[in-house]
């Protein structure tokens, strides 16, 4: 009975000192400095591979092609900022909606499909997009890519700020906002639904799940997320071009991998694997850069094989082995 | 006679991307891995061919053949010691171990080769073979030649010999095969080292048009796999056939469509035949 007691207060005692010590952070920190920029990129990309969780983890459908959205979110609303002087926060909104619409119409014919071809289909899509960027210049700029408009006062309807402590919390919401998100649908009948699909689609469609409405609607949120990301990410780093906005290694690959790492199809997945993956490229960058372009990369490309080749379910998984073997 | 010419264009591109093409639908076929790295071999035959010619003065036609061995080898090694480890694994761990295979591919060439452009100097380079108001370039012509005869030996190694037989029986029923004898696990390696070294030969034989660079694989990964789900994956006939088609779709295209256009036209076959025909235009998969 008495370790009973001590786990219905362990979890909320945990919960309240991570937050204490998540929003202390920052200040603890240079407000400009290199450390609070990893943290808030490592909540961006943990919010990142959350959505991408909803529709890889739940539903199993491996995207390549989740730069797509990324960019799409970016291109949304840094192209409004210039042209229209749009507040970059209604961009916010404008970026989910174009991501989600463009989600919705690319789950059309793609959700049929199953393992590899999935990956096929959405792999290819964010080629195109980055192709069709890289050489529609009137429009996008081409291979030199889109600058946020500088202003020297920013201030917060323009989503720019002196210190870095904003980004961080803006990071943070994001973070916090996919996570409720994958987790209210995990728990509601959508989220069932997913997983019978996952399991079985024949026999799901057979007791009645609407398998076009199910997969549209997941398709829809996750793109929608992503695409907010890519608005959060631009105004972030003020600049970005057609092969890093849609890059396929270090977007749409680097996402599922994060959620590999940290386990697919779990609520902590994306934060477990982002704190492991970001720290340790941070890394590799500061010490093997110097020796050379690709030799970072290189090693990311390494840590993925012998990721899948130990154990594909992930970190969780892993130590649960481990800790089995141990008797603990 | 534009059109005409665009599809004559077509059609000498085209025999290339079925024979790069091959060996992707071929590992799918046998294996059903979608070798996510295919295009990186391309990449590997190429540089293999340009210093066959920067250091020995080989003709990239004849560099290929290189390329194809060193291919072989690499790929009877990542059979061995790599794919065959996930073979039972989850769809996913497949995925991403070809994925981890083409980022390793692409940063080994970023480091060994550096990122400027390779190209050759051939001395027919500049010729051009002409008949009745058609005009054929001559490292086309040779390339898609030399496609021909590769695509005649996989065709000859795969339907008249008993290995090609124990391939294909192996591609139909694992088990049946493993009871006549058929050791499954070498059939795969070979099945995927000759694919890889087939792509690799391909990389050969275009270099004298084209230039080597550590992107050149993500230029192809996206055509090779358009060339492929035309024609149903595992489909070794359509691939050829899917290879001559995105030729020709994408030499017309570009009569009527501007350059910005002409992925997005390779893209809407691609998605269009994956959702309508996911078993390919050709029909019946024999893999």
Known sequence: MKSNNLNTYAKPSVILLASVLVCLAPFCVSDQGYAIRVFTLLFLFASMAQSWNIVG???NQISLGHAAFFGLGAYTSTLLLIHFALSPWLGFLAGMSVAGLTGA???????????HYF????????????????????LTGGPVGLSVPFSAEGGLALMQFKSGVPFYFIMLAMFILSTFIYKQISQRKIGYELRALKANPAS??????NVTKTKILASIISASLMGGCGVLFVQFNFFFDPDSIFSLVSISIRVALICIIGGIGTVWGPLIGACF????????????????AGISQLAYGLILIAIILVEPRGLQALFGRISKKLGI | MALIQAILDGLMLGGVYSVISIG?????????????????????GMYVAYYAWAVFGIDPIFGALLSFAVAFVIGYL???FLISKVLKAPEVAQIFLTVGLLIVLDNLALILFGSEFKSVQTPYQNESIEFGGLIVSAPYAISFCASVVAGLGVWWLLARTWWGRTVRATSQDRMAAQLIGVNPEKIYRITFALGVALTAFGGGIILPYLTASPSVGEQFGVLMFTVVVLGGLGNVMGAVIG??????????????????LQNLTLFCVFILTLALKPEGLIGRRTG
């Open chain 1, 57 to 59: 983890g739940l539903a």
């Open chain 1, 105 to 115: 119409l690319l789950s059309l014919p793609t959700m049929r499909l199953r393992g």
């Open chain 1, 119 to 138: 990956a096929l289909a959405t792999l290819a899509f964010a080629e195109v997009l980055r192709s069709i960027a890289n050489t529609w210049s009137s």
């Open chain 1, 204 to 209: 799901a469609q057979a007791i009645g799940i």
């Open chain 1, 277 to 292: 993956l970001l720290p340790l490229e941070e890394v590799f960058n500061s010490t093997l850069s110097a020796k050379g």
């Open chain 2, 24 to 44: 992707l639908t071929l590992v799918f076929g046998v294996i059903s891995i979608v070798n996510f790295a295919q295009a990186q071999f391309l990449m590997i």
């Open chain 2, 78 to 80: 990542t059979q061995q």
């Open chain 2, 243 to 260: 290879g001559l088609a995105v030729g020709v779709i994408q030499s017309v295209s570009s009569l009527f469509l501007p350059i910005q």
